[in-house]
């Protein structure tokens, strides 16, 4: 691992847990029976121990979408053709993707990263390019990535969680295009959680059952080829994993570092996540998962990372779809804290017994 | 059963089948796996038979808020004092309360209700006058209302979802507010499900097992005095509802008819919205449900109705907090299928497979 990553995990403390207690202090204070507002409490007091008591609301909210391609493409683990990667970025660009209308609606800020995308977009085009490969190796036959370029990819994602805290973003998400991306995240769970590659992997954008086979042999071969090391995430990123999942690993490690809140979305950005957590611990703190995603192995990676999911809508996009439709939520959980009245200050009765 | 009840019955008719299966087959031409928006495309679907494909959007999104006594309190059955019903009256009308936040927060118009408070507003206070009884009766000793009293409730909430409707409301919600109204809601799922009392009984704003015990109790002696007959709905709302339920259940009959989509807030609400649906089954159609509360009877008037909740987020306060969150979930839906560009429009590959 680079100094540059090891810096920014210096940075990294766990939120604050004086802050935590005092906001669930001032929760038995607001004009609601105790607890009543279930997981909104609970996700209130974490953004207070995160950012402040109370929170500073509204938040500007932003959402990084990370696109990048799979060399792993070629086993033909995907139900849709490698091209989509490119061809959804453009979506993305025009506006018409879900993810895009979901963020309109809940005034997210959506950037489109070029993490490693098989194709060359116009130098003018409204990305931010970061490409560190077109498209990674088939990991079948060995590391998706050099070490180097994992790091790049990291250090990429770090940069634009601090580029976020200077554009003063309250609340990031992280988001991924890349056809052949589930494959890479069943890998890291397998690898990083020790959960059994059949329950790690699922159909993705929609395998049939010899598919999802093809899927798990695939993933079993890349395992036995790569033995990533799953006490050294930046190995296991390099091995099994992509240029958006690097990027979307390092946007929750900066987010951290910059005491920002940030939200996984998916499957994918969840194994990003994880590699996040693996790397530093204390990033923990700073996360929210957005949805329960409907690829099975999800559930491992929540606990590994110990933050249930938000949502549980039968969602299994990606792109930032659920991070989208979270944040708002989260961001929901921040005004209460901040704005609802007191029993004392509203002059309403407490418990009568 | 009134003439105008009646009346209003007679105009609801079956969200529109042909539009809901065109709405299906428009699903599979946006750029995304078929189904990989899970319930947000059985919601869009929804919203599309009920107001037209596609829905139009962005919706005004209103939520009425009835607030009512009862006469129950007297029993025990409640952890906080009567008088807090009106004290929160004025803290919905001041904007503290956490309804005010949420849906400041998704932008939708609270209107409080005044169905039957046991207090005297002033006449200019900025709440809607419907008071039918200063507080029920105390329904352990006979009916909570006169069949006269539960009819008025009824029509004074088909009438807000005519006005609402005249005022270009798009997406109306229903929440409450009421001491002691989870006895009588309680009463309803048992009277209206057939569930016993015990599933059909909880905690409400915090009791304790003593409490709970009582409350059981109290249903049952409400129960086996009142004999609500369950083929007729206003009996039921008379003898163990209460004036905001029948508002409530007024609004989802108007919702119904006035063709608009109305969305049931927790355990109260979707009691009232139940007793809509046993008056007009087909008013089932035209209901969400926001989210599952955490009193128990919940599941069996949801399962009376036939639909699922949106949200699970341990919430249990009422108000109109769960419809709150969900509306804006539920315009979503109504976005994507408005605003997501085709798979053809994109020049987007469809599957390989």
Known sequence: MSESIEETCRRIGPADRAVLEAAQARQLSLTKPPGSLGRLEEIGNRLAAICGLPPAVPMAKRLYVAAADHGVTAEGVSAYPREVTYQ??????????AVNVLARHARIDVQVVDAGVDHAFPPDAPLLHRKIVRGTANFVYGPAMTRGQAEQSVLAGIDLARAARQDGIGLLGIGEMGIGNTTAASAIT??????????????????????????????????????????????????????????????????????????ADG?????????????????????????????????????????TPILDLGMRLGEGTGAALAMPVIEAAGRLLAEMATFEGARVSGKAR
């Open 267 to 307: 499957f994918i950005s969840t194994a990003a996540a994880a590699l996040a957590v693996a790397c530093c611990p204390p990033v923990r703190d700073y996360l929210f998962l957005a949805h329960r995603s409907e690829e099975p192995g999800h559930a491992a990676l929540a606990g590994f990372i110990g933050q």
């Open 88 to 97: 959804m970025v453009y979506n993305f660009l025009a506006g018409g993707a």
């Open 190 to 263: 397998a690898a990083l959680t020790g959960c059994p590659v059949q329950e790690a992997t699922g159909r993705g954008t929609g395998l049939d059952a010899a598919g999802l086979a093809r899927k798990a042999a695939v993933i079993e071969r890349a395992l036995a080829v790569n033995r990533p090391d799953r006490g050294d995430p930046l190995d296991v990123l390099a091995r099994v994993g992509g240029a958006e999942i690097g990027v979307m690993m390092g946007v929750a490690l900066g987010a951290a570092a910059e005491r920002l809140p940030v939200v």
